[in-house]
């Protein structure tokens, strides 16, 4: 079983939707949770931490499931600059272990 | 403020030949580094972490090796590069909870 799992689309919605990404994770011993944003040819950037009571950042909104060891992210109102490739992100002990990535495109 | 500089940005190598990217941090003491590769398709893989000077620890085997000679330079080397070795490097560095990754570097081996 990967360690971090996401669908990698992509996700083609307008702009306005409501859009929403998935992710589990295999170590059930994780303590901390990130999504990152990667641009293409671009360095990763943090987005949020996840916590687990749910947060939310305007538009955004992260929240984890240690039973089902699942993560998610909600993105309200969609624009054409959330355009990106989002990467779940789990602390591995180690180092931060990330998902591949789901790819999301918005269209006017 | 922290920052994180990486370099060069793009390099284009031929096979057998030697590599070496240089990542140096600002503003901050003893952070913890991190060497990652971006191949084409793929996700980050972790490749070296460093905890202090002269530390380094390995993820996977592979034609690579890292040093860190200065607790804010991170040094990621090869002496003959193989077409497997192409992909997007990224250094990051953490001080707490997440990361901040330098802008990378584009490697293509030819």
Known sequence: RKEVEQDPGPFNVPEGATVAFNCTY?????QSFFWYRQDCRKEPKL????YSSGNEDGRFTAQLNRASQYISLLIRDSKLSDSATYLCVVNGGTALIFGKGTTLSVSS | SQTIHQWPATLVQPVGSPLSLECTVEGTSNPNLYWYRQAAG???QLLFYSVGIGQISSEVPQNLSASRPQDRQFILSSKKLLLSDSGFYLCAWSA???YTFGSGTRLTVV
């Not at chain 1, 295999?26 to 994780?30: D, R, Y």
Request: hydrophobic letters at 35%; charged letters at 5%; aromatic letters at 0%.
């Open chain 1, 26 to 30: 295999s170590n059930s011993a994780s």
């Open chain 2, 42 to 44: 793929r996700g980050l």
């Open chain 1, 47 to 50: 987005l949020m931490s996840v």
């Open chain 2, 96 to 98: 707490g909870s997440g």
